[in-house]
Every structure is written in C-alpha cells, then in structure tokens.
C-alpha cells in the first residue's frame, strides 16, 4: 500500500462526505439517528464544508494508490483558531477498512506540519466522551484539557474532552 497526503479543495467536497457517512455510523453508534442527521447536515453538507474551506480550513486527504487507481481513505481539517496561536484539528476520519494501518497518525503528522509552518503553539480538538477515539489522540501525544457540554441546536448537546498537544 503506498499513502500519500494531498490537500483537498472543493472539488473533493463529495468524497469527503462520502467518508464522513460512513466512518460516522460506525463511529457514533451511541448517538441517535436524529442527531447524527442534524449534525451531518450542520457539519457536512455542502454550503457548510464550502464555508468552511472558504474561511481557511485546511482539508487534507489520505491517498492510496493501486496500481492505477487512487482510493482515498481518511481526511482530516485543520484551521487557527484565531487565538493565541491555537489552531484545532476539526475532523479526522478514516475509513473502517483502513483503520489500525497509520492512516490516522499520518493525518494527524500532515496537521502538525501545518501547524508548524503557521507557528501555532497548540493543537486542539474535541472528541466525545464515548468515542474510543480518545485512546488514539493519547496515544498521538494529546492530553485532555477539560470537558465540556457544546449545545449545538436542536437540543441536541457534544459531550466531548478538548484535548491539546503543545507544538514545538
């Protein structure tokens, strides 16, 4: 399997919500469905992932090639928040099938570079409670922050950790 990382622009706005619907079943099971309706809806459709590509997140994609044809397996968003040279790490997802294989940890190294480049001091993000994702954002060198109950709509809450990794 050879991987390469490519930003993505809006052109891959498909594939990237064809990624997020699938890694999200499996990975929200302990949400409902109306809740992972409205958050996909809030998060993925198109005028929302055009705003934000627009407002300066940075969409990477995780490639691989075979023979031929490239499949791609995970994405992840990264932006400065604004503040103190925090940046946050918005999405990181990768495909069931291609879970466990260093997908993620590439993703997460592609979102450190660019924190670096950009001179950020922190990289941010929020994973939920239940999301056994917790364990890989440790094992990347992540500690939690704090917890913290975001109300996103809807009735509808994120019970989530926001962890940081320091860059240096």
């Known amino acids: 399997m050879s991987v390469f990382i490519k930003q993505a622009s809006i052109n891959d706005i498909p594939t990237i919500q064809n990624i997020a619907a699938i890694t ?23 005028e929302s992932l055009q705003k934000q590509i627009q407002e300066g997140h940075q969409f990477y994609l995780a490639c691989e090639t075979n023979q031929e044809e490239i499949s791609v397996l995970g994405f992840t968003s990264v932006c400065d928040e604004k503040k103190e040279g925090i940046f946050k790490l918005h999405k990181l997802y990768v495909l069931p099938t291609a879970q466990k294989k260093g997908i993620g940890k590439l993703l ?13 001091k922190q990289l941010q993000l929020q994973v939920n409670r239940f999301n056994d994702a917790k364990f890989f954002y440790e094992k990347m060198g992540f500690a939690i922050l704090y917890e913290a109950d975001f109300n996103i709509g809807n009735g509808y809450f994120m019970n989530d950790y926001v962890m940081g990794l320091e860059i240096h």
């Not at 079943?25 to 409902?32: I, K, N, Q, R, V």
């Not at 997460?108 to 950020?120: F, G, L």
């Open 24 to 46: 999200w079943a499996a990975t929200y099971h302990f949400l409902s469905e109306g809740q992972l309706s409205y958050m996909m809806e809030m998060m993925y459709s198109n």
């Open 108 to 120: 997460i190294e592609t979102a450190v570079e660019y924190c670096k480049q950009n001179v950020a």
